[in-house]
């Protein structure tokens, strides 16, 4: 009975939602619409609605929602448990509640896997420490919509989270690492992050990585993106990072290009750092907003690379501080058609002559290329 004293004694039951401990468990729900799943359950006497009487494992509730053709919430008490978990499309369960709990594989596939409208929210941990994703898309055509929050999430050589075909994917007060895999791997034909807020990506290869093809489009909000490598590189789709950080320590932190579709960038209050260059970009767009864009050793603030002309850059109340042995704080290789607008904005170098555009208050201060980049 502990367990129906704790559940009761936290649940919050308000107008439109269910509370446990401050954490949204769902609109309309009832503590009778649960399964719960606890380490010291059965999946053989496990009932629909009975904390008292939880299931051992998730896929023992699968297995009897499937044989009893019911559906529910699944709420997975705290403790260690070793499953592969595949929420289907078309399954009789599609949402995890984890209570400080932990679900992990050596599975070479992964340890869970998403379909249409597949949500796994609360305290918990997603790991996966053999070589396979802790969590992958498991439909390869159509729009789905996945939804984490509140989780730690992790591989321990396999990519983190890796979707198949074209996968909206919502992130949110969630941890996502890579020892030495991808922490967002998108093939050809990839994925889309449509928004992730307050998460921390770190990778012991790149964080967030699409081949070619791959619409990587959405926002970052209040984010932290580590790469070892690149901290994001994508073709194609748009993005727009917000009070957010991207760092590379051995590349470049942002490397962006159209691929087959057009892709535009947005920066606003971001820091962008690389010990190579902070941003490499070929673009139909890009708007820099009151960042930082800081190359540490050996590159520019902002590369813009061969390709299509007839872009549009505009950079305002931002510093770009490129590496001492640089020659030029942001470089744009095409002389033709582009338009590089640079209101209000420091350098500490000079830009190439290929610039053409706005040039509004303006300062070059070669006072800054002696400043170590780590004060900015």
């Known amino acids: ?65 499937t044989a009893n053709n019911t559906t529910g919430i699944v709420w997975v008490m705290p403790g260690y448990y070793a499953e592969k978990v595949a929420l289907e499309t078309y399954g009789p369960i599609k949402t995890l ?38 969590i992958r898309g ?14 730690l999430i992790e591989s321990a050589s396999g990519n983190t989270i890796q979707p198949v075909g074209f996968q909206i994917t919502n992130l ?39 081949e070619f093809g791959a619409g990587n489009s ?14 994001v590189h994508s073709h194609g789709g748009n993005l727009r990072f917000s009070r957010t950080q991207v760092k590379s320590v051995n590349a470049t932190a942002l490397h962006l290009s159209n691929g087959p579709y057009d892709m535009k960038l947005l920066l606003e209050f971001c820091r962008i750092e690389a010990v190579h260059h902070a941003l490499t970009i070929h673009t139909t767009g890009l708007k820099v907003d009151h960042s930082q864009l800081v190359s540490r050793a050996t590159g520019l603030a902002v590369d813009m690379t061969a ?17 001492v ?35 509004d208050n303006v300062s070059v201060n070669e006072n800054l290329k002696y400043l170590n980049p780590a004060t900015f």
């Open 1 to 65: 009975m502990a367990f129906v004293h704790e559940i009761n004694h936290n649940l919050v039951d308000t107008d439109n939602e269910l509370l446990y401990k401050g954490l949204p468990i769902g609109f309309g729900a009832n503590y009778k619409d649960f399964f719960y799943v606890s380490t010291g359950g059965n999946d053989h006497t496990g009932v629909k609605g009975r904390p008292d009487l939880p299931f051992k494992s998730i896929n023992g509730v699968i297995t009897y929602c």
């Open 172 to 210: 949110k007060n969630c941890t996502v690492k890579s020892a030495t895999g991808y922490c967002f791997y998108a093939g050809y034909g990839g994925s889309i992050i449509n928004k992730a807020q307050n998460v921390h990506i770190q990778s012991g290869a790149s964080a967030i990585y699409t």
């Open 218 to 231: 959405g926002s970052y909000e209040d984010c932290i993106i580590h790469g070892n490598d690149y901290g």
């Open 138 to 151: 498991l439909n390869s055509q159509g729009l789905y919509n996945i939804y984490l929050d509140g989780l």
């Open 325 to 359: 042995s640089a020659s030029f704080s942001i470089r744009n290789l095409h002389a033709t058609n582009n338009k590089v607008s640079l209101i209000n904005c420091i350098l500490n170098k000079e830009w190439n002559s290929n610039i053409a555009g706005i040039l």
């Open 97 to 134: 509640f984890l209570q400080d709990a932990t679900i992990e594989s050596t599975d070479t596939g992964f340890t869970l896997g998403m379909g249409h409208e597949a949500k796994v929210f609360g305290r918990g941990k997603i790991s996966n420490v053999g070589d396979g994703n802790a």
């Open 307 to 323: 390709g299509t002309p007839n872009y549009d850059f505009e950079f305002f109340n931002s510093k770009l501080i490129a590496s």
